[in-house]
């Protein structure tokens, strides 16, 4: 795993993600981070697709949201991540647990301190 890479969180205009991407890629990185929510998987597959790197030698890295928890969910979101990237392997699949707090305050769940 790269120890340095390109974050897409809240690029939400889809040439510019594809833009970042190709240009992060043309400069070296090899990790590339998305998720599902961020909604530009789809321009991080198209950057990679289209760049000279071996698709080998990129790592992806994706994030399943909360309300996609549990078996089932989790790889149908994980085939639907697949497809927007546009390839058949990923590297890190995260399940994102952000949103917990938020889970815990509407069900008036405390830690013990």
Known sequence: MP?????????????????????ALETGYRLIDTAACYGNERAVGEAVKESDIPRKEVFLTSKVWIQDAGYDKTMRSFEKTLENLQTDRGHSLILDISSLNEVYRLHNIRFAQ
Do not use: M, N, Y
């Open 3 to 23: 120890l340095l890479g390109l974050g897409v969180f809240q690029i939400t205009d889809q040439a510019v993600c594809k833009e970042s991407v190709r240009t």
